[in-house]
């Protein structure tokens, strides 16, 4: 896997939302996109933070979510990022060492995709034979 690169595994486009975007119209756009995470930007698209489908269990195994709350609330604000340049293994090396399912894919300082367990799989699937075989 270190000569297949993040860009051409990465989903693209990004979804975004902004840090005041309710927490449910961020649920509406994962679930319209039928996505698991959604990337927080600020007003220069800047990479703010990023938000998941873990996010919203945990919300919700708390207790009672509050109908104002925003995303701001609970997302993750300390990101790891990658490059589309990067090796798939790289990114994958990452993923399971900090635990993460979405990776987000910059170039510079835009967001440009976002790689996923789901992509990874996907990759994987279509170049391994099944086992047992």
């Known amino acids: 896997m270190d ?8 989903s693209s486009p990004v979804y ?7 927490l449910q119209n961020a649920g509406e756009t ?3 996109h039928k996505i698991g995470s959604t990337i ?6 800047h990479l703010e933070g990023i938000i998941t489908a ?10 009672d979510p509050d109908p104002n709350a ?18 798939v293994q790289t990114a994958a090396d990452i993923m399971i060492e900090h635990g993460f399912d979405h990776l987000p ?13 789901t992509d990874l ?5 279509t170049t391994e034979d099944p086992s047992p075989s």
């Open 121 to 125: 799989t996907a990759y994987l699937s």
């Open 40 to 45: 927080v930007v600020g007003d220069d698209d």
């Open 70 to 87: 925003t995303v701001a609330s609970v997302m993750s604000t300390e990101v790891i990022t990658t490059t589309a340049s990067e090796s």
């Open 3 to 10: 000569d297949v690169f993040v860009g051409s595994l990465m």
């Open 54 to 63: 873990t996010d919203f269990i945990h919300v919700v195994a708390e207790g």
């Open 16 to 22: 975004t939302v902004s840090n005041d975007t309710s």
């Open 105 to 117: 894919v910059v170039d510079g300082e835009a967001v440009i995709g976002v790689i996923t367990t």
């Open 30 to 32: 994962m679930r319209e």
